[in-house]
């Protein structure tokens, strides 16, 4: 493999969250290391968008900080998560349903353009250069998904496996150095699954992309994951590499139910 | 032309490339869209592709009759590799791009094939899954380098590498690929194509230079094709077809070729190209058609009413006014009106505005389908031919078509019919031989050098070929009147809810069908009437379902009534099968023919139940996924009775 893991480039500490008397995430540490496939699992309830959530800061922890490329924040928002390059996706899919793919994964393209309304408006001169330079790179998303025959298509009239595409195309729109995917894969066939596992593992070796993803099927965790925390009512039971989780006592109780 | 005056000396490919690039070297040769737009090869920069893939296989060690296999889709730089390994004196072999990989072995082994020239990564992972069963391979050649760094095994080599090489070769070698174009001959095989095996194993056809550029040329000058013709290039590149109109007739004439850019795209790639020359089995205009009646079928009241007002006119007189024949003024007035407001529109959402001529073959098409285009004024017509004689054999000309036949002999092409009613074709198109099957060769080719085509079919009065059926498969049912499957199968599928028939009879005293129902069409009607499924299994055995075959079918027995020798051939009974037909499945032969013995054979139980009286049998049935793991599919088939006519003159 070409694909080098690297040095720790996101690092949670303490993490906790509540939602008034709620405890959603208690404590909760670990690392992710640039280049490299993390996966949280747990079981429904477990605290796992939530910890997405946090990273991308539509959540703000009560206790913790988020340390990214060794910049301490302890008030992470979406805003500057986006700026600094973190991209996600959505469990129930959020993509403009009455736009077509092309401008949705325009959208995905929003904060890296400089023209002003007005310019974009009159669509002339740099504006219009500027904007033929981001068609270009959304079509190379398009190509890169394989969805270059619903470029025109409202993504309201798609089936929900390639919904769940174009949501990841606008995700790498982005150009992200770390995408959080949250459930990827809920809800689609075999076939479609295999397809999603291919391009996870594509932009992860094409592009260099740290991914973080939470997801259920275990079959696909444990195969296309370098690391898995292991998380269970908001607690961390286990972290480690895929074999060392499977084995992990704790975590086959908190899965499998203990037998007391 | 000044092009013409130098023809004696165009007689192989490489030459007629080599040719355009002097002649029209800045008109467009070949497009493909890449990244959403299209791109262009002018003649001139293909013939400097192909000097460099020909120089960079020459480096590798191909050699004059080598065969290279090429499995893709329809990319300009697969087209350019055939002219280059041709410039060698090489053979290219082209595959199909779905076949599984243990379907490419016996290919890749009968042709004994050292190099292959593959699209993309999924190609290349089905070549290494058979590496170790093809000693002979020495060179895998990819195109597309997406998901492919990984691969490091020295034999696997980016198409780029090899043009790069090439230049080089060319810099220090700087007459090689002259000379050695200079030394093919127009009788060398220009490229091998195996017949997909309806019969036993596949065997690989050898065409020369000089047959498909006899057949190309005959063709073009037929239809008048200049090089200002545009073709979309889509249908699989191992069929005899595409080698035909987008390569030997791109080639004899100059026009330009355009490559969809994904298989899902064709739709949009059609209309964005606009062809003025086209080709589609009868599947697609088929497809197309079902897709409109669905679409209108959704559309404002309004629209519906148009579309069926001008539909009536266009029914009418369209094929006459196509065909110039008399047509009153008002119909002709209407005609126009209609052309402005539903057949231009609609010929322009199915991309087929410019359309000048449009051929389909490779089954025979459904009467009132065929209508259907004629009449909204594109000019369909139907051609005969097998891989054996280039796709080449009778076509219809302009003007003097009808809907029940294949037209007349081709310019250069001798047809006749043989006493068992077997078509014998003879003329500069034939194939030199099958490849090591001396055997078969002679079988194929009698004394007089007329090849057998193994279809059965008559000429009608006015010299026009019809064909009936498959000279084999014609039978006899058990009273001893005339059987042709095919024929009653076509009438069967021309309903948009069929997908798929096969009728049985040979031999036997009536005769049954089996169904596959089209689940697009009809998963469109079940929604309509609120009637839930949850799969193809599902819908095929609702009774609403069945009911709607059952009108269908006895339609046909209506119009089998009125045909004679055939009215015996009424369908009595039917079942809808519980899962679609498949290639994958070996049902189907790639080119989706019904494989009629094999599904007979898996399917004995069934055909038992339906000659034996039964209202329905239970049927467990092994499934290949797309991925090539197994399932079951099970079902308890429901098989119904048919109302049959009575024949006038005997008692019922």
Redesign the interface.
Known sequence: MSRQIGEVILDLKNVSLAFGGVKALTDISFDVREHEIRAIIGPNGAGKSSMLNVINGVYRPQQGEIILRGQHFSKMNPFKAAKAGISRTFQNIALFKGMNVIDNLMTGRNLKIRSNLIQQAFWWGPARREELAHRAKVEQVIDFLEIQHIRKTPVGRLPYGLQKRVDLGRALAMEPSILLLDEPMAGMNVEEKQDMCRFILDVNDQFGTTIVLIEHDMAVVMDISDRVVVLDYGRKIGDGDPDEVRASPEVISAYLGASH | MPEMASAQALDTFPRLLMDHAQVRGDKPAMRE?????WQCWTWHEVAEEVRALACGLAEMGFKRGDNLAIVGENRPRMYMMMTAAQCLGGVPLPLYQDAVANEMLFVLLDAEVRFIFVEDQEQVDKVLEIQTQLPQLEHLLYDDPR?M??YTLPFIHDIRELMAMGRIHNRNHPDLLTREVAVGASDDVSVMLYTSGTTGKPKGVRLTHHAFISAARGGADFDQLTADEDILSYLPMAWVGDHLFSFAQAMVTGFTINCP??A??VM?DLREIGPTYYFAPPRVFENLLTQVMIRMEDASLVKQKMFHLFMAVARRSGAEILDGQPVSAVDRLLYALGNVFVFGPLKNVLGMSRIRVAYTAGAAIGPDLFRFYRSIGINLKQLYGQTETCAYVCLQPDGQIKFDSVGKPAPGVEVKIADNGEILVRGPMLLKEYYKRPDATAEAINADGYFMTGDAGIFDDDGHLKIIDRAKDVGKLANGAMYAPNYIENKLKFFPHIKEAVVFGDQRKMVCAFINIDIGAVGNWAERRGIAYSGYTDLAAKPEVYGLIQECIEQVNGELLGEGALADSQIHRFLILHKELDPDDDELTRTRKVRRGFVAEKYAVLIDALYSGRNSQFIETVVK???GRQGKVAADLVIRDLKTFAIAGRAA
């Open positions: 869209k890449d990244l959403g737009i998901g760094r990984h850019e994904s899902e795209t949009t996924f797309e991925d």
